[in-house]
Structure formats: structure tokens, C-alpha cells
């Protein structure tokens, strides 16, 4: 599947952000789909995953109550809603569809297709 993530920007601490990853070249609705991120000099790291049903979702510590995950499957698109961003959340922000199908989550170690990144700024 090919993804393509926007929306990152630049923002002021506080603020936020809606990134969409459309996702085409295969059945959208029956992968698990996640989001991810790299700040600069770490490691990528986990944020957020919705089932193929959008029924479950679950989030890194860091985010919880500050972050969404959605999907609309119609549209083959995954949101991720970004509240009360902080500095600490600066990063290139990825997509990822599961290969699995029927999934419920989707990890750093899952076999998945990538988007190529959206960069998020988060000015203190």
C-alpha cells in the first residue's frame, strides 16, 4: 500500500495539529494502521494504532489524553489529532498500514508499509 501523510507544520506550545495519512494500492479497511515518530537523534518510536475496525486504539504514555487516532475507511484515511502539543513532541511524524490483515494494533516491529513522514514543530 502507498501512504501519504501531511499536516505537520509549525505551532506554538499548547496548540495543535490534525494529521491525515491516505492510504492507497490495496484494501484499507482490514489493516490495522498506526502512527509514529522520530525526533531528532532518537530512536522511532510508537504514538498511536487503530484496529481495522476502528473499534480499538491504543497510545504511548506520552500522548494519552492529549492525542486521537481515527480512521474514516471510506475515505482510506487515518487521522491523528494532536492536542496540547508540547516541544518534547517535535518529531518527523510517520504512518503505517499492517501487512497482517485484521489486525488490532500495529507495532515498530510489525511488518508494514511506511509513509515517507511529516515534519511536526512544536515551538516553546
Known amino acids: 500500500v502507498q501512504l501519504q501523510a501531511c499536516g505537520g507544520g509549525l505551532v506554538q506550545t499548547g496548540g495543535f495539529l490534525r494529521l491525515s495519512c491516505a492510504a492507497s494500492g490495496r484494501t484499507f479497511s482490514i489493516h490495522a494502521m498506526g502512527w509514529f515518530r522520530r525526533a531528532p537523534g532518537k530512536e522511532r518510536e510508537f504514538v498511536a494504532a487503530i484496529s481495522w475496525s476502528g473499534i480499538s486504539t491504543n497510545y504511548a504514555d506520552s500522548v494519552k489524553g492529549r492525542f486521537t487516532i481515527s480512521r474514516d475507511n471510506a475515505k482510506n484515511t487515518v487521522y491523528l489529532q494532536m492536542n496540547s502539543l508540547k516541544p518534547e513532541d517535535t518529531a518527523v511524524y510517520y504512518c503505517?498500514?499492517?501487512?497482517?490483515?485484521?489486525?488490532?494494533?500495529?507495532?515498530?516491529?510489525?511488518?508494514?508499509?511506511w509513509g515517507q513522514g511529516t515534519l511536526v514543530t512544536v515551538s516553546s
Open positions: 503505517a498500514a499492517a501487512r497482517s490483515r485484521w489486525g488490532e494494533s500495529i507495532t515498530i516491529a510489525s511488518q508494514a508499509d
